[in-house]
């Protein structure tokens, strides 16, 4: 609850869930995914949504590149996000001099100036923890959820640009 006087309510404006505010829910998917190789494909939507829903607990540098790496996910679907990084992780592998290959998500908008927004339609207080898991019923459903909260990241970053 990040710099915010309301007590029960999350920095990017949800209302606590069950396991808290949103760094919970968080952490336990960080927890949860470490045991769970077909969760953990979900790895980097879920980072890149928690960071640009709560950019204070980020390093405003990646946030461009998150909300682009976003956008690939909304758009073109996980395996391509997966594709993508994986071959960041090559090029790293051969000894590239730049850290990060940005042409892989130059078709997709910069970060807008101006927020980050106040309201997402979908976020991570909102996801249902049953019988101590956020796969209880199955990962399809989980990666659904995680869809759900990256579209409503990406569509509240962008409507600051209106």
Request: charged share 20%; aromatic share 10%; net charge negative.
């Given at each position: 609850m990040a710099d915010n006087p309301?007590?029960?309510?999350?920095?990017?404006?949800?209302?606590?869930?069950?396991?808290g505010v949103c760094v919970d829910y968080y952490h336990a998917?960080?927890?949860?995914?470490?045991?769970?190789?077909?969760?953990?494909?979900?790895h980097a939507p879920v980072v890149c949504a928690y960071l640009l829903q709560?950019?204070?607990?980020?390093?405003?540098?990646?946030?461009?590149?998150?909300?682009?790496q976003l956008q690939l996910y909304v758009d073109k679907g996980l395996d391509a996000l997966l594709r993508a990084a994986a071959y960041q992780v090559a090029r790293n592998r051969h000894g590239a001099r730049s850290s990060y290959d940005m042409a892989p998500l130059a078709a997709y908008e910069p970060l807008p100036p101006g927020g980050p927004p106040r309201h997402f339609r979908a976020t991570f207080c909102g996801l249902p923890f049953r019988d101590g898991s956020f796969v209880s019923d199955g990962h399809l459903a989980y990666g659904y959820r995680i869809e759900t909260i990256a579209e409503a990241t990406v569509e509240s970053?962008?409507?600051?640009?209106?």
């Open positions: 309301v007590v029960g309510q999350c920095d990017c404006g949800a209302a606590a869930g069950p396991l998917i960080l927890s949860e995914e470490q045991a769970d190789p077909q969760m953990y494909r979900w709560h950019p204070s607990r980020a390093h405003e540098k990646y946030l461009d590149g998150q909300f682009r970053w962008r409507s600051i640009q209106a």
